[in-house]
């Protein structure tokens, strides 16, 4: 089995290396092939350092908890399916059928 492994942030210790090559002069594209990091980590990283003052990472992404629990869940469940089986049939009579060729008017 192939399992994904979290990707690691860069270290504080690598991020301030990077800022402090920047200040010295060097240029964006050099100082991200010095450290082996991708330019535009370099490019965010400055931009991050110039408007917070901060380069620490930011923490993990994570998703939202459920607004409903479990037994919100079991309830709402046929609710919702007995919605969509209704909007199914109704959109069944609405629904055009397609005209056979010849049928209806001549066409121009």
């Known amino acids: ?3 994904y492994s979290a990707i690691k942030a860069y270290s504080l210790d690598l991020r301030e ?3 402090a090559a920047c200040q010295t002069g060097l240029t964006q594209p050099v100082v991200a092939a010095q450290f082996s990091v991708p330019r535009s980590f370099v490019a965010k990283l400055l931009r991050r350092q110039r408007t917070s003052g901060n380069v620490s990472a930011l923490p993990s992404g994570r998703s939202p908890a459920p607004r409903l ?4 869940l079991v309830q709402l469940t046929p609710c ?3 919605l969509l089986h209704e909007r199914q049939w109704q959109n069944e009579d609405t629904v055009r059928k397609p005209r056979l060729p010849g049928a209806g008017s001549p066409r121009r």
Do not use: K
């Open 1 to 3: 089995m192939f399992y």
């Open 17 to 19: 290396r990077v800022v």
């Open 69 to 72: 629990d479990a037994a919100a």
């Open 80 to 82: 919702l399916r007995r």
